[in-house]
C-alpha cells in the first residue's frame, strides 16, 4: 500500500511540474511562439494583381528569415485576410488582426482603405504601414495630427504630383490639360490637385476637370467635353482598368493628347483593357523592374515565383518588413509604443529599395525617388528616373 502511495505522489509531482513547464513534455521548457505580422491586402478583385505580389514577395522573404533563425529567436508567421481593397472590408479586416494580437499591419495598399482601417489600428496601439498609400492623410489628419502608429514606405502624392507635372511641362511641353478622375477614391483627388497645383504653377492651364464613379465604364460623354475643349493632355490618376478603357474609348472618340497618370495605371490589365491606345501614354510609378538595386531580387522572385513580380506594391511590402523587424530587434521586443518610436526615428535602414529613414514629424520616408514609365511596343518600358 505504502509503495502505491509513494507511487502515486510521484506521478502526481511529476504532472505538476510538466504543467509549471508549458503542459506537455515535448514543451521542453515552452515551446516557441512565432512573432505575428498582419497583411492586409487585395487578393480578390481590380487590385488583386499587386496584391498576389506582395503575397509572394513576403512569403518569399520570411521564408529566409525563418530559415535563418528568424527575429529574436522566433519565426514570423503571416496572418493575412483579404480586404478587396474595399473600406468596409478594411475595418473588418483590422479588427480580425487586433484579434489575432499581431504586433504590426503591413498595408493596404490603397490610401482610402488604409485611412478606413485606422480608425480600428489607431484605438488599438496597433501598428500600420501602407505599402504604396502616398496619400497624405495616411499619417496625418485633416486637423495636421500625426497618426501615432502609421507610417509608410513609399513616396506622397504631392511629389508624385509634382513629377508627373513637371514632366508634362518640361518634357511632353503640355500647355493645355484636362484632368479624369474617380469621384469616390482619395487617392485619385489627392493626386489630381496636387497635379493641377504644381501644372497652373509652371504656366500651364488646366481646360476642364471631368470626374466619374468607381466601377463606371462608359465615359464618353466626359472625354467628348474634354475633346471639344482641346487639350493636348489629360491627366488620369485612375486605377488600371478605368485608365485603359478611358484611353480606348478617347481613341475611337478621335481625341488626339498625351495620356498621363500615376502609378496605378502599373498593371498588365491597362494595356489588354486599352489596346492600341495605350501606346505612347506615361505614367508615374514608385519603382522600376529595371532599377539596379532590385536586379538580384527580381531574379529570386521570378525563379520562384516562375513571373516578374507587378510593380511596386511588393517592394514597399519587403521594406515595411524590414521596418517591423529592426523595431523588433531595435527595441528587444513587440511593445507598440517602443516600436512604433524606433520606426518614426530610423536612420539609413537598409531595405529591399536602398536604404531608408523616417520623417518623426510626418511618418514619410525619406530618400525615396520615383521613376518615369510608358508603353512602347505593347510592353512597359522604363523611360527616366526622377530623383
Not at 539609413?348 to 518615369?372: C, Q, R, W
Request: net charge negative; aromatic share 6%.
Amino acid at each position: 500500500m505504502l509503495k502505491k502511495l509513494v507511487t502515486l505522489s510521484l506521478v502526481c509531482l511529476l504532472i505538476v511540474s510538466l504543467a509549471s513547464c508549458g503542459g506537455t513534455a515535448s514543451s521542453g521548457g515552452g515551446s516557441v511562439q512565432p512573432i505575428l505580422i498582419g497583411h492586409e491586402v487585395a487578393l480578390t478583385g481590380g487590385s488583386a494583381l499587386w496584391g498576389e505580389a506582395e503575397k509572394n514577395a513576403l512569403d518569399m522573404e520570411i521564408e529566409k528569415i525563418n530559415a535563418n533563425g528568424g527575429v529574436l529567436g522566433r519565426p514570423i508567421e503571416i496572418k493575412r485576410y483579404d480586404n478587396k481593397a474595399d473600406q468596409t472590408e478594411a475595418v473588418n479586416v483590422a479588427n480580425r488582426l487586433v484579434a489575432d494580437k499581431v504586433v504590426a499591419i503591413i498595408g493596404p495598399a490603397q490610401s482610402g482603405v488604409a485611412i478606413a482601417a485606422t480608425s480600428v489600428t489607431e484605438p488599438a496601439k496597433l501598428i500600420l504601414i501602407g505599402t504604396t498609400t502616398t496619400n497624405e492623410k495616411v499619417t496625418v489628419d485633416d486637423n495636421g495630427k500625426l497618426h501615432p502608429y502609421n507610417f509608410r514606405t513609399t513616396i506622397i502624392d504631392p511629389y508624385q504630383g509634382l513629377v508627373a507635372a513637371n514632366f508634362a511641362l518640361n518634357d511632353l511641353q503640355s500647355k493645355r490639360a484636362a484632368t479624369f478622375i474617380d469621384i469616390g477614391s482619395d487617392y485619385s483627388q489627392g493626386l489630381a490637385q496636387h497635379f493641377i497645383d504644381v501644372y497652373t504653377a509652371g504656366g500651364g492651364t488646366i481646360v476642364t476637370q471631368e470626374a466619374f464613379r468607381s466601377e463606371e465604364l462608359d465615359y464618353r460623354a466626359q472625354l467628348g467635353k474634354i475633346k471639344d475643349a482641346g487639350v493636348d493632355l489629360v491627366f488620369m490618376p485612375t486605377m488600371q482598368k478605368e485608365a485603359g478603357l478611358a484611353m480606348k474609348q478617347a481613341r475611337e472618340l478621335g481625341l488626339d493628347c498625351h495620356f498621363l497618370g500615376g502609378d496605378a495605371w502599373a498593371s498588365i490589365e491597362l494595356i489588354e483593357l486599352g489596346g492600341a491606345a495605350t501606346e505612347g501614354c506615361f505614367y508615374v510609378n514608385l519603382a522600376s523592374l529595371e532599377d539596379p538595386v532590385l536586379k538580384d531580387w527580381v531574379d529570386e522572385y521570378k525563379t520562384k515565383w516562375g513571373k516578374e513580380p507587378v510593380m511596386p506594391n511588393p517592394v514597399f511590402a519587403v521594406d515595411a518588413l524590414y521596418a517591423i523587424i529592426a523595431a523588433i530587434e531595435g527595441t528587444g521586443g513587440t511593445d507598440p509604443d517602443k516600436m512604433a518610436e524606433y520606426i518614426a526615428n530610423l536612420k539609413d535602414l537598409k531595405v529591399l529599395t536602398g536604404h531608408m529613414s523616417m520623417e518623426p514629424d510626418t511618418h514619410n520616408p525619406t530618400g525615396k525617388s520615383a521613376v518615369i514609365e510608358t508603353v512602347k511596343d505593347g510592353a512597359f518600358t522604363f523611360y527616366k528616373g526622377v530623383s
